[in-house]
């Protein structure tokens, strides 16, 4: 008889997005004159900048011809946008990178689910508390973390590195032994960030213990301020110890064409196994490559007109942050991130748990965020609100909060 893979079983309880959907669901059936604002989505509002949808017209025209016409591509990408990521992701800023250690993709969330492919099934996994979701469930479906206990809302084999008001959003190294450390930095969803110094030890725990770090840095060019690393690389020996893992999904609006990457470097060689070859052994083996035209429009992100279009967006969701936040720091609520990335962090009213907050500012002023609690244990008490709505609608959103905070 065929046995299902009853790791999905395990999940089923756990998901976030389903039960906001829900409650919004029944609200609206009962109210349905009420206008809902969403500032709960984690997806980009505003449309591909001209630069990128010139390219994408270019390379879809060279489809047609037969001079043209591309088929299969290389499984690790073509070497125009490898070369132009190793260029700009890291040369330029001094990082050294060769095009053969970036492996593009169609997004970070595959990657993210696939790079485990690279450790064993019984490793130890650390991961930042709260954190994006698919970190855990992707593990939870390949039969690591152990068992779901409802009480705690935690897995019972995974280490949770607290992240939260009291220390600061800056987890503490672990005590015991783990062999693969999750870290996303600028933080979805606290939209917190760590200076080099903070992330050099984490760096350096790694090597002292042979771990891996999984880096997720899809935030990236959202960052604003200077000395916060952008790549994981900037410290000191993280070749021997990182992943770094991209996205175009974000930065620029890529989420419904599908691109990301991850850096694998040469040195990072576990137990003389070299994970470079490996990672490119299981792309060739399981993926046949991003779609031409998108690694196309991929490239046309490092060039102009499309790199300073890019940063408007950015500076137009970053503007909504600002926003955002400063609209709640009026009314005296305790706000957090909002600075390096579109995501802001707040601090429920006091003996508020973040669904009773969802459902208060859903009934009382009909704005939408994410319960804190929905990314791990760490995000009880907190709520999350994202910038990428539209200028109009972040502005009505504001309004509606500081209304729920003077009542
Ligand atoms: C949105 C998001 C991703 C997913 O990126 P895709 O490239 O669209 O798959 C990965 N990591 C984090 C932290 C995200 O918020």
């Not at 990657?111 to 698919?134: K, R």
């Amino acid at each position: 008889m065929m046995q299902a893979n009853h790791n999905y079983s395990r999940i089923s309880d756990s998901y976030l997005f389903s039960t906001i959907a829900q409650k919004i669901d029944t609200y609206t059936q009962l109210n349905p004159d009420k206008e809902i604002i969403r500032l709960g989505i984690g997806d980009v509002t505003q449309p591909l900048v001209p630069g990128i949808i010139q390219a994408l017209h270019q390379a879809v025209d060279e489809q047609a011809s037969t001079d043209t016409f591309r088929g299969y591509g290389p499984e690790g990408g073509y070497d125009f946008l490898r070369e132009a990521i190793a260029q700009h992701d890291y040369q330029e800023v001094g990082l050294s990178m060769d095009s053969s250690e970036v492996f593009v993709s169609d997004g970070a969330k595959s990657d993210i689910a696939n790079l485990q492919e690279l450790f064993a099934l019984d490793s130890i996994i650390a991961m930042g508390d709260p954190i994006y979701p698919v970190y855990i469930d992707s593990n939870v479906l390949t039969g690591r973390l152990g068992e779901w206990n409802e009480e705690l809302g935690q897995w019972s084999e995974l280490v949770y590195l607290e992240s939260h008001a009291e220390n600061h959003f800056r987890p503490a190294l672990p005590t015991e032994k783990v062999d693969v450390i999750y870290l996303c930095y600028p933080n979805n969803p606290t939209g917190m960030t760590l200076t080099k110094d903070e992330l050099q030890q984490w760096v350096d725990f790694a090597l002292e213990n042979e771990s891996l770090i999984l880096f997720d840095a899809a935030y990236e060019a959202y960052i604003q301020e200077d000395g916060i690393p952008h790549s994981i690389y900037e410290c000191e020996g993280a070749e021997r110890c990182a992943i770094e893992v991209r996205s175009f999904s974000k930065k620029a609006g890529f989420t419904g064409l599908r691109l990301g990457y991850s850096v694998v470097p040469k040195a990072l060689t576990f137990q003389n196994m070299n994970l470079n070859q490996m990672w490119h052994r299981r792309q060739s083996t399981k993926f046949n490559g991003a779609p031409y035209i998108i690694q196309r429009a991929g490239w046309a992100c490092y060039q102009e007109p499309a790199r300073t279009q890019i940063e408007e967006n950015i500076s137009y969701y970053m503007e909504n942050a600002r926003m955002i936040k400063e609209g709640l720091k009026e009314v005296g609520a305790t706000v957090y991130g909002g600075d390096n990335a579109p995501y802001i962090w707040l601090k429920t009213p006091v003996g508020v748990s973040s669904w009773e907050f969802f459902d208060q500012l859903l009934e009382k002023v009909q704005v939408v965020g994410t319960p804190g609690v929905g990314f791990g244990p760490s995000g009880e008490g907190y709520f999350r609100l994202t910038a990428f709505n539209t200028r109009d609608n972040t502005e009505k959103a504001v309004e509606r909060l500081q209304k729920y905070y003077s009542e």
